[in-house]
């Protein structure tokens, strides 16, 4: 199967330049893979409204900019593409899933998959309305409150009046078989559940196990240990939103709890480096300082953990 190689413009109208990065789907992933289409939390990099020097490096073309976290969910032998959280970016991840795929003639996913109701994770929906692509019965996968949440409330209702989009209900560890060879099962998360559940997604092939949780308020909070959890897949890309407390400035981090990255490098400590190899960060908010300095980047990287970058395939 021939892979395809795609340059990415991330569009940034504060930068003279368009900056660029190559992503290609190598010969290793199969015909099974996750591919990772944005790494930052709901407001991207830079975020909106931020003047300082973490935000000015990409604004003035000395850092690339992110995308909200987004994976695409490949099956080329079912011909199969689904999208894991619809972002604001929804048009350039959508695009780039397309080219990278070779489904330019796809005009939309065969699914999306949604983990909650805040802004950056479903706010895409809106391209599939009228005004936009005027999408036909795109399958959208959630959880009864989010369900609710779609259903009653506008604009959203608008796309399911219309047949834009068509929701599947999903249920708390009940497994959706999406092609022979892929299913997906949601887990539910603590998290501020303003309008609806938050669920993780346990991602399985008949080789490999990918757990995805961009966003829990903290691991102790959790009914399930997160080190046992990742010990039971093969790669997990874990929320990382802030690297440690005090980094927003002149506001409560108990206001927006997460786990902090040194957190869970310290919970992580006493397990094998093959454990630690498994984990991924991915979710990080504009503040957090692995967007843009090398020092807490290495502190992380040589402590055996990895770090998600737009265009990272993940083999199943």
Known sequence: MQKHVFLLFLFLTACVGKPLRTVQIPDSAGELYLVVLGIAQDGGYPHAGCRRDCCRQAQNGHRLPH??????????????VFLLEATPDFADQWFLLQELTNNRDKRTPDGIFLTHAHVGHYAGLIQLGREIMGAQNVPVWAMPRMEKFLRENGPWSQLVGLRNIDLHPLRADSTAQLTPDLRITPFTVPHRDEFSETVGYRIESLRKKVLFIPD?????KWSRDIV?????????LLDATFFKDGE????????VPHPFVAETMQRFAQAPGVEKKKVTFIHLNHTNPLLWENKSRNEVLSAGFSLAEEGMVIGL
């Open 67 to 80: 995308s909200p976290v987004c994976l695409g969910l490949v099956d080329e032998r079912a011909k199969k």
């Open 248 to 255: 927003l400035v002149g506001r409560s981090m108990q206001d």
């Open 228 to 236: 046992q959890e990742v010990r039971s897949v093969d790669h997990a």
């Open 216 to 220: 829990i308020d903290k691991w102790e």
